[in-house]
């Protein structure tokens, strides 16, 4: 049989409104849990979660494994969900980026806080395909009227940040009692769509973006006896071929390239997604590190002297203000950056300005600011290469905020 195409899914929505439990529901179906764990109520899925979360951790260094079920149609690979410690950062520097998110929102509550927090940063992460799992019908005695209710809510609420609401599948479910995941409920015979099930078998499989220009952002870099030096990523855009010349940004080194592998196998040509080795005639181990970028010497990465930026400030202690020099995580690349100037706040869900070159900016604010980094760093625009636009923020150990490159000044 042909191998599935694969898809990596996100369970975003406000705390308690039932992502675990759907989550649960589908590891079941595909054979993950057993009805035994499952009968022993809700607790289990959560340590369930967490034993997945802590596993996905470990293995995340070694080879990015996660959590697996299967439709009909596809494979899918859960990510974390945002509030998990590392989402937004894991997102960004690609560890699972994910192609499509299911919104989970509890019938009785409706769309919370975390929500509207939760779309908006999907959408800041560049997920283009949502699923709205209307959850807890059991809680409002499967009505019509109060399903209905709350898709307008929500309609209202993705449509504002850019999302189509008549594109987006709702789906009423109770993920507790397990109405319309995998099978139609018959207590909600009003219902006419999918199952989440069917919704998820109606996504679009992610594309290769392979006509970008080729960005490779370098996760390590070997030396092998016999082979020489051995720089390992993943393709984020485009498509390295054997024979091809690669420049390395910031350093500017390059030269052609030997041989390419993966998974320790000898290949031609390399495409997005794919994790490789390759070798690159008279580049040194010293060289090249962690952080840089190769590209194709017609198209090269581009190194930012000053780039504006378009954040959103996820969990700050105090406020930021200029001056402020925390380290942005950009692709595989740490630099310290410096805020250099508070353009304007806006209204995150709508883009509108609230405010001209405000004093500072705290936990929940959007804003356009400008940024300099201290050393070096390789970023492009959000709207020439996507995948390499987006940064997180940390700082105390923690993701501060998230945000894309809209501009940017080159170094050279
Ligand atoms: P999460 O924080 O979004 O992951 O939410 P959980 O899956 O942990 O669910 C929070 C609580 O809501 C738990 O007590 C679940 O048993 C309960 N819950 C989840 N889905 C449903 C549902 O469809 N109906 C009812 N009645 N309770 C649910």
């Not at 009968?39 to 967490?50: I, L, Q, T």
């Not at 995150?348 to 500072?360: H, I, K, L, S, W």
């Not at 105390?396 to 945000?403: L, N, R």
Request: charged share 25%; aromatic share 6%.
């Amino acid at each position: 049989a042909k191998a599935k195409e694969h898809i990596n899914l996100a369970f975003i929505g406000h705390v308690d409104h039932g992502k675990s439990t759907l989550v649960g529901h589908l590891l079941l179906q595909a054979g993950v849990i057993s009805e035994q764990q499952l009968a022993e109520g809700e607790d289990k899925f959560r340590y369930v979660m967490d034993r997945l979360a802590e596993e996905r951790e470990r293995g995340l260094t070694i080879d990015l494994a996660h959590t697996k079920f299967e439709t009909k149609k596809y494979e899918f690979t859960i990510v974390d969900c945002p509030g998990h410690r590392d989402f937004v950062k894991n997102m960004i520097t690609g560890a699972s980026q994910a192609d499509a998110a299911v919104l989970v929102v509890a019938a009785d509550d409706g769309v919370m806080p975390q929500t509207k927090e939760h779309v908006f940063l999907a959408r800041t992460l560049g997920i283009d395909q949502l699923i709205v799992a209307i959850n807890k019908m059991d809680l409002v005695d499967y009505s019509e009227d109060r399903y209905e209710e709350v898709k307008d809510e929500v309609s209202e609420l993705i449509k504002t940040v850019g999302y189509k609401p008549k594109e987006v599948p709702f789906v009423a479910v109770s993920a507790f009692v397990g109405d319309n995941i995998t099978q139609k409920s018959d207590k909600t015979p009003w219902y006419k769509g999918p199952t989440i099930v069917e919704a998820l078998d109606q996504l679009k499989p992610p594309e290769k973006p392979v006509d970008l220009p080729l960005r490779i952002p370098i996760q390590d870099v070997y030396s092998i006896t016999g082979v020489g030096t051995v720089p390992v990523g993943r393709v984020e855009t485009g498509v390295l071929k054997t024979g091809d010349n690669v420049i390395f940004e910031p350093p500017g080194v390059g030269g052609e390239v030997k041989s390419i592998e993966m998974h320790h196998e000898r290949i031609e040509k390399a495409e997005p997604g794919d994790n490789i080795g390759f070798n690159v005639r008279g580049v040194g181990k010293n060289d090249i590190r962690r952080g840089d970028v190769a590209g194709h010497p017609d198209t090269p990465p581009t190194v930012a002297k000053q780039f504006t930026a378009q954040v959103v400030v996820l969990q700050h202690p105090g406020v930021i203000t200029v001056g402020y020099t925390p380290v942005f995580h950009c692709h595989t690349a740490q630099v310290a950056c410096t805020f250099t100037e508070l353009v304007q706040k806006i209204n995150p869900a709508t883009g509108e300005v609230q405010e001209e070159n405000p004093d500072y900016l705290k936990t929940g604010d959007a804003a356009v600011v400008k940024i300099q980094p201290t050393k070096p760093l390789v970023i492009e625009k959000i709207k020439d290469i996507p995948h390499m636009g987006r940064f997180a923020i940390r700082d105390m150990g923690q993701t501060v905020a998230a945000g894309m490159c809209i501009d940017l000044v080159p170094a050279k």
